[in-house]
C-alpha cells in the first residue's frame, strides 16, 4: 500500500484510514496495528515538523513473509536525521522530563528497525518490524 | 475522533484517539484543571507522545502547587506504551 499525504498533521486522520485498511488486509492484531500507528505518527509529524519541504509525504507500508516494513518518503528536503533524537531517560523524574524526543525513542522501542537514508535531496526513514508467522500466507 | 471533557469536580474524561492534531485544542482543556483530578481513559483508544506531552505538562503545572493527576482505566496497549516511556513513576496509574 502506497499513498501520497499533504504535509500536515491534519493528514493524521487519513494515515490512520489507510493503516486501518492494512490491518484488516493482514488481519493484525490491535497490539501490532497500535504499534504500526504509532510510528507512523511519530515519525510523519517529525517530518513536518522539522523538515523544509513543500511536497506530499509517502507513505508505503507492506508486510513481506514475516517483515512489516513501514517507508516515509520526504522529496526535496536537507539533509536531517529525524531518527537520532535528544537521549530519553525513561527514569527521569517529573521536573526532569522534556517531551522533546519521546516520540521517536518509543518508535525505537516498538519497531525493530530505523533507518534512515539520505540520497538526491529524498529523505527515505524506514521502519521494519518482524511479524507473527500466521501472517506468511497473506 | 477524539474528545475531551471536565465533570463539575474537574475530573477529566478523555474518548477516542489522542493525536498530534489533537494537542493544541487538548491543552486548551487541560490548562482550566487547576486541582489534582482523575483522568479516566476507559474510552481512550489511542494517545501519541503529542498525547503524552498535554498531560506531562499539566502534571507538572499540578505538581507545583502539590495538586496531581491520577490516570484509570487505561487499556493494554497504552499501559505499554506508558511502561516503555517511564511513565508509572510519574503517574499514579490505577
Not at chain 1, 101 to 125: C, P
Not at chain 2, 13 to 42: H, P, W, Y
Not at chain 2, 48 to 69: D, M, N, Y
Amino acid at each position: 500500500m502506497q499513498q501520497l499525504f499533504p504535509r500536515s498533521i491534519q493528514s493524521l486522520d487519513s494515515i490512520f484510514e489507510l493503516v486501518d485498511q492494512f490491518r484488516i488486509q493482514y488481519d493484525l492484531d490491535q497490539k501490532t496495528a497500535y504499534e504500526i500507528e504509532l510510528a507512523i505518527e511519530e515519525v510523519f509529524t517529525n517530518l513536518v515538523k522539522y523538515n523544509d519541504g513543500t511536497s506530499q509525504i509517502s507513505l508505503q507500508i507492506e508486510i513481506i513473509n514475516t517483515r512489516l516494513t513501514i517507508v516515509l518518503q520526504d522529496f526535496d528536503v536537507d539533509d536531517f536525521d529525524i531518527t537520532r533524537p535528544p537521549p530519553v531517560d525513561p527514569q527521569a523524574r517529573l521536573e526532569e522530563r522534556r517531551v522533546g524526543g519521546l516520540g521517536l525513542f518509543l518508535v525505537h522501542k516498538v519497531m525493530d528497525q530505523v533507518e534512515y537514508q539520505y540520497q538526491n535531496r529524498v529523505s527515505t526513514i524506514t521502519m521494519i518490524k518482524k511479524i507473527g508467522e500466521d501472517l506468511c500466507s497473506k | 475522533m477524539f474528545q475531551v471533557s471536565l465533570d463539575q469536580e474537574g475530573n477529566i474524561f478523555l474518548t477516542g484517539r489522542f493525536d498530534a492534531s489533537q494537542q493544541q485544542s487538548a491543552m486548551e482543556t487541560f490548562n482550566r484543571v487547576i486541582k489534582s483530578a482523575i483522568v479516566d481513559c476507559s474510552k481512550l483508544e489511542y494517545i501519541s507522545s503529542a498525547g503524552i506531552g498535554v498531560l506531562i505538562a499539566t502534571e507538572k503545572r499540578l505538581s507545583a502547587g502539590g495538586h496531581h493527576l491520577q490516570l484509570k482505566n487505561l487499556n493494554a496497549h497504552i499501559t505499554e506504551i506508558f511502561r516503555y516511556a517511564g511513565l508509572e513513576a510519574i503517574f499514579s496509574i490505577t
